[in-house]
């Protein structure tokens, strides 16, 4: 069932076009701003909106208690309130959570699926264990400051040694966000469960691309999205329904722009061929 969810979440129109546009979520503890790059280098013709998750950038948080199946709904009825029938999904890691739980709730929605440094698989108790003891931190001290280290393992250690030009530019993207905001995505990443089972039912395009020096979401998570999915782009797809990125991290969309756009580029492509 859907949520009553917020219908307004911020949307910024990164390139303009015609026909079945590209969603783009983002990752955490990020907003829109991750994807402007990305979206300069995609083909000319493909519309890109970028969306602001709630309690991220632009968009509020509503007061509904942490949950990546929130977020789902919110994203739908903000694009179906805009007037989008269907998209081409693509999320970032939490983006790539949101997305997936898109694709189980709404799956008319959704034409396509790119997942981009991402997993279907959920925390392990370690992991959802340190996600509540961030957020309380987050909560505590009313400040972002708990996660300004991340950068220095979102990156990869190509972007470390030759793209230190990053590091500021991340920083002020993270100081940006909103203490709630941060608090309430990580716990409602916590909660989320493994969502393997849904890209066995998909039958839209799907593209997985993974930074090759990703420690985060690494290549045998992507390798196992892609093998649940079962390659449904077909033979026409060839192997770019996995795209590793060289030289890149867990934040691939942001250190090599370029190659993430031209695997999303070809997603749309066949998006539109299979329609
Ligand atoms: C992200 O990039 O969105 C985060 O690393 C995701 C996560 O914490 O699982």
Same mark, same amino acid.
């Given at each position: !069932?859907?949520?009553?969810?917020?219908?307004?979440?911020?949307?910024?129109?990164?390139?303009?076009?015609?026909? $079945?546009?590209?969603? #783009?979520?983002?990752?955490?503890?990020? %907003?829109?701003?991750?994807?402007?790059?990305?979206?300069?280098?995609? +083909?000319?013709?493909?519309?890109?909106?970028?969306?602001?998750?709630?309690? /991220?950038?632009?968009?509020?948080?509503?007061?509904? +208690?942490?949950?990546? &199946?929130?977020?789902?709904?919110?994203?739908?009825?903000?694009?179906?309130?805009?007037?989008?029938?269907?998209?081409?999904?693509?999320?970032?890691? !939490?983006?790539?959570?949101?997305?997936?739980?898109?694709?189980?709730?709404?799956?008319?929605?959704? /034409?396509?699926?790119? *997942?981009?440094?991402?997993?279907?698989?959920?925390?392990?108790? &370690?992991?959802?264990?340190?996600?509540?003891?961030?957020?309380?931190?987050?909560?505590?001290?009313?400040?972002?400051?708990?996660?300004?280290? !991340?950068?220095?393992?979102?990156?990869?250690?190509?972007?470390? &040694?030759?793209? =230190?030009? #990053?590091? +500021?530019? #991340? %920083?002020?993207?993270?100081?940006?966000?909103?203490?709630?905001?941060?608090?309430?995505?990580?716990?409602?990443?916590?909660?989320?469960?493994?969502?393997?089972?849904?890209? %066995?039912?998909?039958?839209?395009?799907?593209?997985?691309?993974?930074?090759?020096?990703?420690?985060?979401?690494?290549?045998?998570?992507? &390798?196992? !999205?892609? =093998?649940?999915?079962?390659?449904? *782009?077909?033979?026409?797809?060839?192997?770019?329904?996995?795209?590793?990125?060289?030289?890149?991290?867990? #934040?691939?969309?942001?250190?090599?722009?370029?190659? $993430?756009?031209?695997?999303?580029?070809?997603?749309?492509?066949? $998006?539109?061929?299979?329609?």
């Amino acid at each position: !069932m859907t949520s009553r969810a917020t219908r307004n979440l911020a949307t910024f129109t990164l390139r303009d076009g015609g026909g $079945v546009p590209l969603v #783009l979520l983002h990752g955490f503890p990020l %907003d829109h701003r991750m994807w402007a790059a990305c979206a300069e280098h995609l +083909p000319p013709g493909v519309r890109a909106i970028a969306v602001d998750l709630p309690g /991220a950038g632009h968009s509020d948080l509503d007061g509904f +208690p942490p949950s990546i &199946e929130h977020i789902a709904d919110a994203v739908y009825l903000t694009m179906t309130d805009a007037g989008e029938g269907n998209a081409v999904v693509v999320g970032h890691s !939490m983006g790539g959570y949101v997305a997936l739980a898109l694709a189980e709730r709404h799956p008319g929605f959704v /034409a396509g699926l790119g *997942l981009v440094n991402t997993k279907s698989t959920a925390d392990t108790e &370690e992991a959802r264990a340190k996600r509540l003891r961030i957020a309380a931190a987050v909560d505590a001290t009313q400040t972002v400051d708990a996660v300004l280290g !991340m950068p220095a393992n979102l990156v990869g250690a190509t972007s470390t &040694e030759h793209r =230190r030009n #990053l590091f +500021p530019v #991340l %920083d002020s993207w993270i100081r940006a966000q909103s203490p709630a905001g941060v608090a309430w995505s990580q716990r409602a990443m916590a909660s989320r469960p493994d969502r393997t089972y849904v890209l %066995d039912r998909l039958d839209v395009p799907v593209a997985v691309v993974v930074g090759a020096e990703d420690s985060i979401t690494p290549l045998a998570e992507a &390798e196992h !999205m892609v =093998r649940a999915a079962g390659s449904p *782009l077909g033979p026409a797809m060839g192997d770019a329904a996995l795209t590793l990125v060289p030289g890149a991290g867990h #934040l691939s969309v942001v250190e090599e722009p370029q190659a $993430v756009a031209a695997a999303l580029g070809l997603l749309h492509t066949h $998006v539109v061929a299979h329609h």
